[in-house]
DNA sequence: CCTGCTACCTGATGGC
DNA sequence: TGCCATCAGGTAGCAG
């Protein structure tokens, strides 16, 4: 579940079905989910206490406890399940015959959250509080935070060198950003993916700045209609394809200037864009 | 500190 | 059909 539109919307709709509740048993099906941490140092922390809310910064999500945090990354393929109660969740998870696979389940008050991630990059950990945990506190201002200003953004481009897509994906200088959303910020921006962060000048900076509110607010507004659903596996996010204008389009024409996209591979990942019409 | 590369996993897809 | 290579919306950890 991986961007941050896509985590805000999952957050926004957990809320309602998590917050006040008390969770009252972990149930670690699938070890790899916690490592490095012991699945029953895990359980310790979170059982018995009540959730207070649900946060999330760049595409960290976490269930602030009374004492401590629960931190849930998605990474690529991760996704969360709900169920009515917990005898609901035993009847279908990990079970040969239905494929819905559970790692994490929370037991709560009322009703049952499962963290499933058939690929196992997803994780689920615990902290005494957000700033002990270092991933989070790594992370730089979050993307749809209003402290992510024009003014913020230009300094943070004028100190790295870095290619403008790899700078883009980087989540300790702007948190959120990921591989979709980055060619799609770039191709809305007119700017060349390969272009250094610190050769942009200010009016370029602005425009980026603002390709990038945009075009998350936008895939945000389509993450949200319908929004997710958790009782069904097989959800997804619908019509993001909708939105996008150069991702996933390689060879194909540019929807402004109709000269061919690329696919380039910067950083390990596919980059896509027009390289007549971003400069 | 900065940057670049690999590993971590599993499943889907396409070429031969 | 089978086999192999490549790809996937992410990040931690390591070497230089």
């Not at 700045?209 to 069904?232: M, N, Q, T, Y």
Request: hydrophobic share 40%; charged share 30%; proline share 5%.
């Amino acid at each position: 579940m991986p961007e941050l539109p896509e985590v805000e919307a999952v957050a926004r709709t957990l809320r309602p079905l998590v917050e006040r509740r008390k969770i009252r048993c972990v149930h670690v099906l699938h070890a790899i989910a916690t490592k490095p941490q012991n699945p029953s140092h895990v359980a310790r922390l979170a059982e018995g206490q009540r959730i207070q809310s649900v946060q999330r910064k760049g595409k960290y999500l976490w269930l602030q406890l009374e004492r401590g945090i629960v931190t849930l990354h998605f990474k690529l393929d991760g996704q969360l399940l709900w169920f009515s109660n917990a005898k609901k969740m035993f009847e279908v998870a990990n079970q040969q015959e239905s494929g819905v696979h559970v790692d994490v389940a929370f037991e709560l008050d009322k009703g049952a959250l499962g963290f499933a991630d058939g690929r196992h990059f997803g994780r689920v950990l615990v902290y005494e509080s957000e700033e002990t945990c270092p991933a989070i506190t790594r992370l730089g201002v979050d993307a749809i935070s209003p402290d992510f200003t024009p003014a913020h953004f230009a300094k943070l481009l004028a100190a790295s060198r870095r290619p403008l897509k790899e700078f883009l994906l980087d989540q300790t200088r702007v948190a959120g950003i990921g591989n979709i959303y980055s060619c799609e910020s770039l191709w809305h921006a007119k700017l060349d993916p390969r272009r250094r962060a610190n050769s942009v000048k200010p009016a370029e900076a602005r425009r980026l700045h603002k390709a990038i509110v945009s075009v998350l607010g936008r895939a945000l507004e389509c993450c949200l209609h319908p929004p997710p659903d958790f009782r069904d596996p097989e959800w997804w996010f619908q019509g993001l394809e909708k939105i996008l204008r150069v991702y996933d389009r390689e060879d194909k024409q540019c929807r402004r200037c109709r000269h061919l996209i690329k696919r380039i591979a910067q950083g390990g990942r596919s980059t896509y864009f027009c390289a007549h019409c971003q400069k």
